[in-house]
């Protein structure tokens, strides 16, 4: 419990690569990255991965992990990370946690129940199932089998549908009862968990729109259109359901034009770091900061420096 562990978490355009980026010129730090978009390869503009220099600058673990056909759990996350946590610290070094993807933070502070392992024939049965009678369909199942996860998702949410049915089904108990056998396994480390927040959330909105227009610049339709040339791939995967890529993908399929992907793209994001800022205020023992202050990573450094006797 002597090694300190540093998370920075926040939602997305919050600028916490940024942030990471300085810590590591002047931290003694490792970044390992909390992103489930990022685990994906030839996913790079929709995902605002760093890019070349940047990761030269300062390498990022747990980026590039799996093809954007493959899956990639929070239970894989736990382990991959733990195991970088302890080479990072025999190496003398900090670990830096740095990402918005809640589920792996939380998996990583307080352990995982043991949920089944996806079932691609299950996974395939509820998706025809779906496409023959709809999405609120099954969340009506749901709400049979498990209501109170089936209380905390909307009824269009297909990816955790799917996921919270498919662990009713194989395991015979439904997902919010398995939650709540989760093990507690302690961290060996001392945590400083730090969260980048917006102090005006109109102004975080203006940038995820900012940022969505320079994806659309930079070629995100072109970048899907090359995934699905390259990869076997649906829209029903991981990878695809990803913000910015279903939308993508769906104007390549033709159910919009440019100007609702847009729409749709922004509104998505703005959704994510909804979800992502719920998460944050469940979190008691996070030290906030405002994401929006010029002075940002220098004010986070000051702090580091202070609490981990650096």
Known sequence: ???PAIFLMGPTASGKTGVAVELVQHLPCEIISVDSALVYRDMDIGTAKPDAATLALAPHHLINLIAPTESYSAAQFRRDAL????????????????GGTMLYFKAL???????????????????????????????????????????????????????????????????SALFGQAEQDALPYRTFQLALEPGDRAVLHRRIAERFDIMLAAGLVEEVRRLRATYPLNSTLPSMRCVGYRQAWQYLDG????????????????????????????????????????????????????????
Do not use: Y
């Open 1 to 3: 419990m002597n090694s």
């Open 83 to 98: 195991r970088l946590m302890a080479e990072i610290v025999a190496r003398g070094k900090i670990p830096l946690l740095v």
């Open 255 to 310: 159910e919009f034009d440019l100007a609702t992907l847009r729409e749709k793209g922004i509104a998505a994001t703005r959704q994510l770091a909804k979800r992502q800022l719920t998460w944050l205020r469940s979190m008691p023992e996070v030290l906030r900061f405002d994401c929006l202050a010029p002075d940002l990573a220098a004010q986070v450094l000051r702090v580091l420096r202070e609490s981990v006797k650096l």
């Open 109 to 175: 502070l307080h352990g995982l129940s043991d949920l089944p392992e996806a079932d691609a024939e299950l996974r395939a049965e509820l998706d025809e199932k779906a496409g023959r009678l709809g999405w609120p369909a099954l969340h009506d199942e749901l709400a049979r089998l498990d209501p109170p996860t089936a209380a905390r998702l909307k009824p269009n949410d297909s990816q955790r549908i799917q996921r919270a049915l498919e662990v009713c089904l194989l395991s015979g108990q439904p997902m």
